[in-house]
C-alpha cells in the first residue's frame, strides 16, 4: 500500500472475496494493519462525519455543547485531494453552531440534517471556485490555532480553491423527552424524506424538503439508538429495549431475532446497537440488512460483539459472526456493499467482508476514545479519484477530535488461465507421484 496523507502504507492488509473481471482474487493474510493517516485535528469533540459524492468533500461536525468551558460548535468542511499521491484534506469553511453541538447527521445532495439537542437543522451547501483566495470570507468562525501546526489542524481556509456558504433552512423538534436528544437521522433514497429518531422512542418522518411532519409513533420503550431506509422506504430502528424492528410507515412489519438460531445466547443479553442496509456487489437487485448486536451489560470478561447479515426482503438472518470484544459503537457499509466499517468504544477501528463478515483490517486503538462514526470514500467517479488504486478508503472520528484515513490496498489477482495451469500441472504431479508409489497402478 502506498504512502497516503503522510502515513507509511504497510503489508498486512487481510483480503477475501470473488474473482472480478474474470481474475481469482489473492489476499494476504497479515497481524494488524498499519497506524492510519491524521487527515484533520479539529479544536471540539467531533461525532459525526458525512462524504459528498459529486464534491470531494469531507463534512465532519461536534463540539462542547452548552457547556461554557471554551469548546465552540461547529461542522467543517474538508476538501479532499491526492497531492503528490497522498490523500489530504484541507479547511474550506467552519460553520458555527453556537451554542449547540452537532451529534448527527445525514447528507443528501447539498442538503445537510443536523441532529443538534432537541432539534433537526437543515443546511445547504453551495459551493463557487474562488480564485482569489478563501480567506476570513469562507471561514464564519475559525478554530483555535496551535502553535506550529499545519493548515489542516489549524483550521485556515484554503486559498486560490473554492469556496462554501452554508444556508440555514428549517429547524424542527424531534425529541421531547427530559433528557431530549436526537439521536439518529437518516434521509431516504430518493431524498424526499427524512426520519429522525432519539430519547424519547418516537419516530418521525418528515416530508422534505418543506419539512412537514408526515407520520409521528412510538417506535421503542426508550432510546432510539440507529434508523436505516431500504429502497421502498422501509425503516428499520434500534432500539435500546433490546429490539430492532422493521416499519412501513407506522406498521409494524417484523420484530428481528438475530440469535434464533443460537440457542446458547439468551434474548436479554444483547441489544442492537447499529443497523444499516447495503447492495449486493455482484447483484444489484438484491439489497441486505446488516445489524451490530453488543452486550446489554458490563461483565468482568466481556463476551464478544456479533455482525448480522439478514436478507433485506424477508428480513431472515443470514450469517451471525462474532466481531471481538470490544463493544462496537458504529457502523457503515461502503456504496458497493463489500465493506463494512466498524468503530469502538476502545477508540479501535476495523472493516469486515460484507459478503464473510471475516474481519480483513484492524487497528487497535486508533483514536485514544470511543470512535462516534465512520465513513467509506463513495465509490462516485470523483471518489474513485480519491482512492487514487486503493480499493477502499475509511474515514473515522472520535470524541478526541480526529479525523483519521484507513485506506485498504486494491486486490491482487492471479489470471484465470494461470490458476488453471497450476491446478493442471498439480494433478499431473499427483499422478505421476502415484505411479512412482504404486508401480502399475495406471
Given amino acids: 500500500m502506498r504512502e497516503v496523507g503522510g502515513a507509511s502504507g504497510g503489508r498486512g492488509q487481510r483480503w477475501a472475496g470473488p474473482a472480478v473481471g474474470g481474475a481469482v482474487t489473492?489476499?494476504?493474510v497479515p497481524a494488524m494493519a498499519p497506524r492510519p493517516t491524521e487527515l484533520y485535528r479539529a479544536p471540539f469533540p467531533l461525532y459525526t462525519v458525512r462524504l459528498h459524492p459529486r464534491r470531494g468533500l469531507a463534512i465532519t461536525a461536534g463540539g462542547g455543547g452548552a457547556a461554557k468551558t471554551g469548546i465552540g460548535n461547529?461542522?467543517?468542511?474538508l476538501q479532499l485531494e491526492q497531492i503528490g499521491g497522498r490523500l489530504s484534506a484541507s479547511l474550506l469553511h467552519c460553520h458555527d453552531t453556537e451554542t449547540r453541538a452537532t451529534m448527527s447527521m445525514a447528507l443528501s445532495g447539498?442538503?445537510?440534517a443536523a441532529g443538534q439537542d432537541h432539534s433537526c437543522h437543515i443546511l445547504r451547501l453551495s459551493v463557487r471556485a474562488d480564485g482569489a483566495?478563501?480567506?476570513?470570507?469562507?471561514?464564519?468562525?475559525g478554530p483555535r490555532r496551535r502553535k506550529g501546526a499545519g493548515p489542516a489542524e489549524r483550521g485556515e481556509t484554503r486559498s486560490g480553491g473554492e469556496e462554501v456558504t452554508v444556508e440555514s433552512l428549517h429547524r424542527v423538534r424531534t425529541d421531547f423527552s427530559p433528557d431530549a436528544l436526537q439521536k439518529a437521522v437518516r434521509f431516504s433514497a430518493d431524498g424526499t424524506l427524512l426520519v429522525t429518531g432519539g430519547a424519547?422512542?418516537?419516530?418521525?418522518?418528515w416530508e422534505f424538503p418543506s419539512m412537514k411532519k408526515a407520520l409521528e409513533f412510538k417506535a421503542h420503550d426508550g432510546e432510539i439508538e440507529d434508523i436505516t431506509l431500504g429502497p421502498d422506504n422501509k425503516v428499520v430502528t434500534a432500539g435500546r429495549d433490546l429490539q430492532c424492528r422493521v416499519w412501513q410507515r407506522d406498521q409494524l412489519v417484523t420484530g428481528l431475532q438475530w440469535n434464533e438460531n443460537l440457542p446458547g445466547i439468551p434474548s436479554t443479553a444483547y441489544r442492537y446497537q447499529a443497523c444499516r442496509f447495503g447492495t449486493v456487489e455482484d447483484d444489484r437487485g438484491a439489497l441486505r440488512l446488516y445489524t451490530v448486536q453488543v452486550p446489554h451489560k458490563r461483565e468482568r470478561r466481556p463476551p464478544p460483539c456479533y455482525l448480522t447479515k439478514w436478507d433485506g426482503g424477508t428480513f431472515l438472518p443470514l450469517l451471525t459472526r462474532p466481531c471481538g470484544s470490544e463493544v462496537i459503537s458504529c457502523l457503515s457499509v461502503s456504496d458497493s456493499g463489500t465493506f463494512l466499517g466498524l468503530g469502538t468504544v476502545t477508540g479501535s477501528v476495523a472493516v469486515h467482508i460484507a459478503f464473510s463478515l471475516q474481519r480483513l483490517y484492524y487497528v487497535k486503538e486508533a483514536h485514544g476514545i470511543v470512535v462516534t462514526d465512520v465513513a467509506f470514500v463513495p465509490e462516485s467517479e470523483h471518489g474513485r479519484e480519491l482512492l487514487a488504486g486503493n480499493e477502499a478508503a475509511l474515514l473515522s472520528v472520535a470524541v478526541d477530535s480526529r479525523c483519521k484515513l484507513h485506506l485498504l490496498p486494491a486486490r491482487r489477482s492471479l489470471?484465470?488461465?494461470l490458476l488453471l495451469l497450476l491446478c493442471a500441472a498439480l494433478i499431473v504431479g499427483s499422478i505421476v507421484l502415484l505411479q512412482i508409489a504404486f508401480p502399475g497402478f495406471l
Fill in 200 to 205: 424519547d422512542g418516537f419516530l418521525r418522518l
Fill in 26 to 28: 489473492r489476499r494476504a
Fill in 110 to 112: 447539498d442538503f445537510i
Fill in 415 to 417: 489470471p484465470v488461465w
Fill in 74 to 77: 461547529g461542522v467543517h468542511f
Fill in 133 to 141: 483566495g478563501g480567506g476570513d470570507a469562507a471561514e464564519e468562525k
